[in-house]
């Protein structure tokens, strides 16, 4: 429920976030502000309540009932007109303002219970008057502590009066808070205001900022609804489309926004291009796989039919039976390193043993010689010292080496001198023959890749560098190819077998 109250957009809760920042800050501010006008006017207040107080105790009590002193003394303390004598409008002098609460105790006269005074009220005409206390407002000032501190009272409908009694409890004076209530409402009030009007203006403010700088993600996100409408199911995908330039500057937010996601956007275009040409590879891979099958089979039933026509010449049913048994024997080839590359492809386990190199090229370049005596076979290996020793599969090894010595007989002349060196961790194969065409290097170790219509007839169908590539791959290795005219080099490199505790 949370959820859906809140903004979805990035754009509305930055705006309410700037909104929420105003909204405190103002209310931070007014609040700090109110309570120091506050403070500061309650301090003024009880600064006049204490004067007040202070003028109030000159005033000879007997003198507020109106009653002559004993002994009149011309100009007494409290007299202000000094004639000896107090009247009602001496309770108040110059100095007390309208409002001005002055009382006396009866108890400290003796003359009864409670409190009798008056508070200086303003009339129309603009003459200020005592207006005596009534019995409510003076039983509420009994209330009041008898410390010399203002205190907050409620004298009913005149209003909060802040009033000060002194420590004998005999006289008291107060002035009303409203003007210090009706300020501090009115700079509340001034402040509610202001915050509203700083929240819409921050409002608007932050929405037009944040509008303008999340612009360029905006074109950002243009960029990849327009990379998501591109159908990428299959076929050749041509996805160039890129963030623009200046929106890929990492040094900005946007920038390392954008910038990702054309990285993102290469790497989806190099795997596309990479999806596609495995898709046209797996298609001519099944097309020369069924050519290869085909020209066996159909040599498979033309001597079976031949021999089927003339079943009682023993030397055509001989001969249609050998070349039946050779086809046979080629299909049986090509499907076992068919299903050799798919076991290496499903990332099957090979024999993980040690594996003498020095030995396995030995046996080779013997086989190689008996096979093709036309050629110069010659063997390099390091000193007897020297550890060529590696880790893998002795039978697939064993195929890699026969492949590419196979691959080196069958296409260099009678004459050519072959080369295997037995390195610390691999081998290499070297030929002085002709070496491969400009236009096969690149694709020497793909499946059923041949060069010339001389290279086909050599009987070859471009799976042996194939399945060089695949079994070295799967022991964790590398194979390399360079070529040119006189000087071919294919060289594997196998990670070495691991030293045996001694103990």
């Known amino acids: 429920m949370r959820d859906r109250l809140l903004p979805r957009t990035l754009t509305s809760r930055l705006v309410l976030t700037a909104a929420a920042i105003a909204l405190l800050a103002t209310a931070l501010v007014g609040t700090i502000s109110t309570l120091a006008a506050r403070n500061y006017l309650d301090d003024q207040l009880s600064r006049d309540v204490k004067s007040s107080l202070q003028r109030a105790e000159r005033i000879p009590p007997l003198a507020v009932l109106q009653q002559p002193p004993a002994q009149p003394q011309t100009g007494a303390p409290g007299d202000p007109d000094g004639d000896g004598r107090y009247g009602s409008r001496d309770l108040y002098g110059p100095g007390d303002a309208v409002g001005t609460l002055t009382a006396f105790s009866?108890?400290?006269?003796?003359?009864?219970?409670?409190?009798?005074?008056?508070?200086?009220?303003?009339?129309?005409?603009?003459?200020?008057?005592?207006?005596?206390?009534?019995?409510?407002?003076?039983?509420?000032?009994?209330s009041v502590p008898a410390d010399g501190r203002p205190h907050r009272?409620?004298?009913?409908?005149?209003?909060?009066?802040?009033?000060?009694?002194?420590?004998?409890?005999?006289?008291?004076?107060?002035?009303?808070?409203?003007?210090?209530?009706?300020?501090?409402?009115?700079?509340?009030?001034?402040?509610?205001?202001?915050?509203l009007g700083v929240i819409l203006l921050a409002s608007l403010a932050a929405s037009a900022l944040v509008r303008r700088q999340l612009r360029p993600?905006?074109?950002v996100a243009e960029t990849a609804h327009t990379v998501s409408e591109i159908p990428?199911?299959?076929?050749?995908?041509?996805?160039?489309?890129?963030?623009?330039?200046?929106?890929?500057?990492?040094?900005?937010?946007?920038g390392q926004v954008g910038a990702a996601l054309n990285t993102l956007l290469d790497h989806?275009?190099?795997?596309l291009e990479a999806r596609h040409r495995s898709e046209q590879q797996v298609r001519q891979f099944v097309a020369d796989a069924s050519h290869e099958l085909r020209t066996p089979l159909a040599t498979i039933a033309g001597y079976t039919e031949l021999a089927r026509r003339r079943p009682d010449d023993a030397a055509m049913s001989a001969t249609a039976l050998g070349k039946v048994e050779e086809e046979a024997a080629r299909m049986t080839a090509l499907v076992e390193d068919l299903l050799l590359l798919a076991r290496l492809d499903s990332g099957r386990p090979l024999e993980r043993e040690p594996?003498?190199?020095?030995?396995?090229?030995?046996?080779?370049?013997?086989?190689?010689?008996?096979?093709?005596?036309?050629?110069?076979w010659q063997l390099e290996t390091p000193g007897?010292?020297?550890?060529?020793?590696?880790?893998?599969?002795?039978?697939?090894?064993?195929?890699?080496?026969?492949?590419?010595?196979?691959?080196?007989?069958?296409?260099?002349?009678?004459?050519?001198?072959?080369?295997?060196?037995?390195?610390?961790?691999?081998?290499?194969?070297?030929?002085?023959?002709?070496?491969?065409?400009?236009?096969?290097?690149?694709?020497?170790?793909?499946?059923?890749?041949?060069?010339?219509?001389?290279?086909?007839?050599?009987?070859?169908?471009?799976?042996?560098?194939?399945?060089?590539?695949?079994?070295?791959?799967?022991?964790?290795?590398?194979?390399?190819?360079?070529?040119?005219?006189?000087?071919?080099?294919?060289?594997?490199?196998?990670?070495?077998?691991?030293?045996?505790?001694i103990p």
Not at 233 to 248: K, M
Not at 268 to 271: E, G, L, R
Not at 355 to 372: P, S
Not at 448 to 458: K, N, P, S, V, Y
């Open 106 to 142: 009866r108890d400290a006269l003796a003359s009864g219970t409670g409190w009798f005074g008056g508070i200086v009220e303003q009339a129309d005409n603009g003459r200020t008057s005592r207006v005596d206390l009534t019995d409510e407002e003076s039983e509420l000032l009994s």
């Open 153 to 195: 009272v409620d004298l009913g409908d005149r209003g909060t009066y802040l009033v000060a009694v002194d420590a004998q409890g005999a006289v008291a004076a107060g002035l009303p808070t409203a003007k210090v209530d009706d300020v501090v409402t009115n700079l509340v009030r001034s402040t509610l205001l202001l915050g």
């Open 217 to 219: 993600l905006r074109e």
């Open 232 to 254: 990428l199911a299959d076929g050749e995908i041509d996805l160039d489309e890129r963030v623009p330039s200046h929106l890929t500057d990492e040094r900005t937010e946007v």
């Open 268 to 271: 989806v275009a190099d795997s």
């Open 355 to 376: 594996v003498d190199l020095v030995r396995l090229c030995l046996e080779a370049v013997t086989d190689a010689r008996v096979v093709a005596p036309e050629h110069r």
């Open 384 to 501: 007897e010292d020297a550890a060529c020793e590696v880790l893998g599969d002795e039978l697939r090894l064993h195929q890699v080496l026969t492949n590419l010595l196979t691959n080196a007989r069958k296409y260099t002349p009678a004459g050519s001198t072959i080369t295997v060196t037995v390195l610390p961790q691999g081998f290499r194969v070297h030929d002085d023959g002709p070496g491969f065409p400009p236009d096969l290097l690149e694709h020497a170790f793909e499946r059923f890749a041949r060069g010339d219509a001389a290279r086909t007839r050599a009987g070859g169908v471009g799976l042996g560098l194939a399945l060089v590539e695949a079994i070295v791959t799967s022991h964790g290795g590398t194979v390399s190819l360079r070529s040119q005219p006189g000087d071919t080099v294919i060289e594997v490199e196998l990670p070495a077998a691991i030293p045996s505790a």
